[in-house]
């Protein structure tokens, strides 16, 4: 689905969205296609929706969103540091 398709089924809800294809433009993340993952209660239950799923599924682009937004507005911000399950362990 197209975001103008995910707005009109899911007027004024927070959901958490995954970008099924999509491309890089001027320093944004432009979503072509979406699938809907999850309609949340409120922003801190798809925030916390997605924490869980990014953490589970670290390759899938998904995101967390508001349907009030006419446009989707995804900056993108290369990794700069050491992830958790990257970083060398002690061992004992």
């Not at 707005?7 to 890089?24: G, I, K, M, N, T």
């Not at 599924?57 to 958790?84: C, D, K, M, S």
């Amino acid at each position: 689905m197209r975001w103008s398709e995910v707005r009109s089924l899911h007027p004024d809800q927070w959901l958490v969205v995954e970008a099924l294809e999509a491309h890089s433009e001027g320093g944004r993340r432009i979503p072509d296609r979406l699938a809907v993952v999850e309609v949340c209660i409120d922003g801190s239950a798809a925030f916390r929706r997605y924490r869980r799923l990014h953490q589970d599924h670290p390759a899938r682009e998904l995101y967390f969103v508001h349907t009030q937004n006419a446009e989707l507005e995804i900056e993108e911000r290369p990794w700069i540091g050491v992830r958790l399950g990257d970083a060398p362990r002690d061992s004992e």
